[in-house]
């Protein structure tokens, strides 16, 4: 049964940084692309970071790109995003998943990120 658990969430002021991780189980991460997927109230989900079976490519949405960096251990089916200089427009409920992700596939319960003064 695949499990996605995403944490490492929380509220922070706008500069702050944040690391989130996800654990992978149930099935073998290694040789798929992951990514971290968010989304903000009202709005569509979204990709904003992918990495890599290998771990050595990386995309980033623009909006994202220069503060936020994906990384992954594959040993631990684990993997991470570290957010730095964080914006209340970065305010949503962050997911990891494949990439592509399975349509109708499983999602985890996500870790909520408010960035606010």
């Known amino acids: 049964q695949v499990q996605l658990v995403e944490s490492g969430g929380g509220l922070v002021q706008p500069g702050g940084s944040l690391r989130l991780s996800c654990i992978a189980s149930?099935?073998?991460?290694?040789?798929?692309?992951m990514g971290w997927y968010r989304q903000a109230p009202g709005k569509l989900r979204e990709l904003v970071a992918r990495?890599?079976?290998?771990?050595?490519?990386?995309w980033y949405v623009d909006s994202v790109k220069g503060r936020f960096t994906i990384s992954r251990d594959s040993a631990k089916n684990m993997v991470y995003l570290q957010m730095n200089s964080l914006k209340p427009e970065d305010t949503a409920v962050y997911y990891c998943?494949?990439?592509?992700?399975?349509?109708?596939?499983?999602w985890g319960q996500g870790t909520q990120v408010t960035v606010s003064s």
């Open positions: 998943n494949t990439v592509p992700y399975e349509p109708g596939g499983y």
């Open positions: 149930g099935r073998d991460f290694t040789s798929y692309a």
């Open positions: 990495l890599s079976s290998g771990g050595t490519l990386s």
